[in-house]
């Protein structure tokens, strides 16, 4: 069962184009992480939020942590090839402060040259 | 510095046979975790190992087993294979902190026929 659930399952879009990414839960986290996986390979961990309300920003990419601590997006700005790949949304279960994660499903982005 | 480093990259195992599976965790960090992610999921946690003793599980049968050592590298192991043990086996290594903050390896394909 997953209790993060991240919207859209598929995103395709031009290169220059904004896109945006939600993880949502009707869980609290203590944490939540953004991986971003390619085919074959390991999630690489993109940013962590601990604090509700706080957005960080990485480059082109921006991430907000919901107040309540159960959602949180990612947003792209002017996408390029390179940040095609399968965006994964992970929780910190705040019941548990030893590194257990609980995954989202992940959102495939396809950017288009 | 090293990060996560995960063998044999893939492995092709019969229904019925048994698997090892071993991970040497990113320089600094004492806690392994394992994940096991089926193509088109987020990963699912398997269980994790701190102090060579495994400290919680996830949702996963008897089959699946583990052990970590001295230096904190970590093996996985499944007894009696089948077909839907095929996965790509992740391995996380963090410091045993407060943030749930997990880095990856890129994986062992595992294919049972």
């Known amino acids: 069962t997953q209790l993060l659930e991240q919207s859209p399952q598929f995103l395709s879009i031009q290169e220059g184009e904004n896109l945006t990414v939600y993880c949502n839960s009707s869980s609290v986290f203590s944490s939540l992480q953004w991986y971003r996986q390619e085919p074959g390979e390991g999630p690489v961990l993109l940013v962590t939020v601990v604090t509700g309300g706080e957005v960080k920003k990485l480059k082109r990419l921006t991430f907000q942590f919901g107040d309540a601590r159960k959602d949180s997006s990612l947003h792209i700005t002017a996408a390029q090839p390179g940040d095609t790949g399968l965006y994964l949304c992970a929780g910190g279960v705040p019941t548990d402060s030893w590194g257990k994660l609980q995954f989202g499903a992940g959102t495939q982005v396809v950017v288009t040259p | 510095d090293a990060g996560v480093t995960q063998s044999p990259t893939h492995l092709i195992k019969t229904r019925g046979q048994q698997v090892t599976l071993r991970c040497s965790p990113k320089?600094?960090?004492?806690?392994v975790s394992w994940y096991q992610q089926a193509l088109g999921q987020g990963p699912q946690f398997i269980f994790q190992?701190?102090?060579?003793?495994?400290?919680q599980r996830g949702n996963f049968p008897d089959r699946f087993s583990g052990h970590q050592f001295p230096n904190y590298s970590s093996e996985l192991n499944v007894n009696a294979l089948l077909l839907g043990d095929s996965a790509l086996y992740l391995c996380a290594s963090s410091s045993g902190g407060q943030t749930g903050e997990a880095f990856f390896g890129q994986g062992t394909r595992l294919t049972v026929v």
């Open positions: 320089s600094g960090h004492d806690t």
């Open positions: 190992y701190y102090e060579e003793e495994e400290r």
